[in-house]
């Protein structure tokens, strides 16, 4: 008889318990070959609403290309991905849909990435890339979008930097802008694949922090493909390990990287730490 009392309480010390919504990301049986070269060899994944996902694996385990299957940046050759019940790319009979039908289909099941080179718009101010979204896909005004871009530059710690230019930014700071950029369609889950490896070791902080600041909010569902295991630890509800394509394992970075069972994943975590 295991009376309430028994119950431990919580500390200060632990964490809120976070509750997860439904699965926001289904994936399953993901298949992609570029040529011979058989990449994603059959992924199940699946991530619920609010759940902060780090996605780890060996250069070359298939992370950016599964992040960029679940947008459609890439066609599958087998399997299928629902991002928020939509499959990105086809239509309601299975056809593959053109770019521009894509593009909106991303913003309305709400997804949004932020990448590796950060992807920047090179002629376009911090406010404009950020406006650009709003403006091209969404039709707000001017003045709504580059007010809505102020907001977000702001969150980003990049306010002060609206009229820079990418070019006159450091690489942690066009980072920081292309997370906001990422935020303006206001999406349900942001795909990051590895938004720090192009950066200075001493940039880095500044961007994995923005980052934490999101999880910690709650709300937003995110997969950050990352190497940063200190990271992955702090922010990530599950961490899923890649290597040859399939998913090896998962559970809490606690299990993951604290005590790996799969011997791919301990040489990973050995050689990261
Ligand atoms: P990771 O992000 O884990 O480093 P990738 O998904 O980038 O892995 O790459 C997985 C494999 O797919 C690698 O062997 C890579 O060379 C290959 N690959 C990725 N993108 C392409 C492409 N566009 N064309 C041909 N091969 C590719
Ligand atoms: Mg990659």
Redesign the pocket.
């Known amino acids: 008889d295991v009376g309430l009392g028994e119950v431990p309480a919580l500390t200060r010390a632990d964490p809120p318990p976070r509750s997860f919504g439904e699965a926001l990301i289904e994936a399953f049986d993901l298949r992609k070959s570029?040529?011979d070269?058989e990449?994603l060899r059959g992924i199940d994944l699946h991530v619920r609403q609010g759940e902060v996902v780090a996605l780890l694996?060996?250069?070359?385990?298939?992370?950016?290309?599964?992040?960029?299957c679940i947008n459609h940046l890439?066609g599958l050759d087998g399997g299928s991905v629902l991002v928020a019940g939509t499959a990105i790319g086809y239509g309601e009979r299975g056809d593959e849909l053109v770019e521009r039908h894509v593009a909106r289909q991303r913003v309305e099941a709400g997804v949004g990435m932020v990448f590796q080179q950060f992807n920047l718009f090179h002629h376009l101010t911090a406010r404009e890339n950020v406006a650009a979204p709003l403006r091209w896909v969404h039709g707000w005004s001017r003045e709504d979008a580059a007010a809505r871009a102020d907001e977000l530059l702001a969150q980003v710690g990049m306010a002060h930097r609206a009229d820079a230019l990418p070019r006159h930014m450091s690489g942690g700071q066009q980072q920081r802008v292309g997370i906001a950029r990422a935020l303006a369609s206001n999406p349900k889950v942001l795909l990051l694949?590895?938004p720090t490896s192009a950066l200075d070791p001493e940039l880095v902080a500044e961007v994995l922090g923005v980052i934490q600041g999101l999880a910690r909010q709650g709300g937003l569902t995110m997969i950050i493909?990352t190497h940063q295991l200190r990271f992955a630890r702090e922010v990530a509800d599950r961490v899923v390990f890649?290597a040859g394509?399939v998913v090896v394992e998962q559970g809490t970075a606690q299990q993951v990287i604290g005590d790996p069972q799969v011997e791919a994943t301990r040489r990973f975590v050995r050689a990261m730490d």
């Open positions: 570029y040529g070269n990449v694996g060996p250069s070359g385990s298939g992370k950016s290309t599964l992040l960029r890439e694949d590895e493909a890649m394509g």
